[in-house]
């Protein structure tokens, strides 16, 4: 058997040691902490598709990340599913705070700064299963948020990083084309291996997938429909509250004027 040619269509593939992967494994357990402790699953259908989208954020990483070797749009585009289902969850954890009347902290609460340093620090699923016991439900919604926020930043970086690649380096056709051509130089009295049958094969199967990215995309564009109509709603729920407050001669805190 001929030595393996690792240069042609290098097989990384690596996902674990991606802090946008390892935090996204931190997202997902404080969403089914968070689930399983302040909402009912018998009667909150925001249970399930909150850990749905929380899980869906991180297996697109994975997914994506282990297609890279042979398709660097297949990455991008899986890479942009998890980006748009981690924002879907974000919306659930902040239409939860205005649902229950509690605080989103924002920049220059000592809250929201001690948060974004801890989560900035930590990685690990360790530590946010330790801290969470001892945590109240605005504090984990808050927690959740800026895990995401820091994982969309992330993943814009890498998605970009990625397109960068594409645009210079093209994808698995010209991977291909780039790696026959190399061989027939370096064994020009040999057959090539790869036969027209295994390219046109492997083309199908390139295709097909391409196919099924389509319509990932296509429900990532009725989901995002579905988000804006929310935030929509949350808006008006949220002028709402205040005229209300107003009538009744209370501050936004809850306090008398």
Same mark, same amino acid.
């Given at each position: ?6 240069? @042609? ?24 902490? @968070?689930?399983? %402790? @302040? ?6 259908? &925001? ?8 899980? /869906? ?7 994506? &990340? ?18 748009? /289902? ?9 239409? *939860? ?23 900035? =620090?930590?990685?690990?699923?360790? *530590? ?17 948020? &800026? ?13 970009? *990083? %990625? ?22 130089? =370096? ?7 790869? &036969? ?6 492997? =083309? /199908? ?9 389509? /319509? ?23 002028? =709402? ?17």
């Amino acid at each position: 058997m001929g030595r393996v040619n690792d240069q @042609f269509l290098p097989q990384d593939g690596r996902y674990d040691d991606l802090i946008v992967y390892r935090k996204s494994e931190c997202i997902c357990d404080v969403t089914d902490y @968070f689930c399983k %402790h @302040f909402l009912d699953r018998r009667t909150d259908r &925001t249970v399930d598709q909150m850990i749905q989208a929380a899980r /869906s954020g991180k297996q697109n990483i994975v997914e994506g &990340t282990a297609a890279s070797a042979t398709s660097k749009e297949t990455e991008i585009k899986l890479l942009n599913v998890a980006k748009a /289902s981690h924002q879907e969850l974000l919306e659930d954890y902040k239409d *939860y705070l205005a649902h229950h009347q509690l605080e989103l902290w924002r920049t220059g609460d000592k809250r929201y700064d001690h948060t974004r340093k801890r989560c900035r =620090e930590h990685s690990d699923r360790e *530590y946010y299963n330790g801290i969470l016991p001892a945590c109240s439900d605005e504090m984990i919604c808050n927690i959740a948020i &800026t895990l995401i926020c820091q994982v969309d930043v992330m993943l814009r970086n890498l998605i970009e *990083y %990625h397109k960068q690649e594409f645009l210079q380096q093209g994808g698995i056709r010209e991977e291909m084309t780039r790696g026959r051509l190399a061989y027939r130089r =370096e064994h020009p009295q040999q057959q090539p291996v790869a &036969t027209a049958t295994a390219l046109s094969r492997r =083309e /199908s199967e390139v295709t097909a997938r391409e196919a099924d990215i389509a /319509s990932r995309e296509k429900a990532l564009t009725t989901r995002e429909a579905a988000l804006a109509r929310r935030e929509t709603e949350l808006t008006a729920r949220e002028q =709402e509250l205040a005229r209300i407050l107003r009538l009744a001669g209370l501050d936004n805190n809850g306090g008398a004027r």
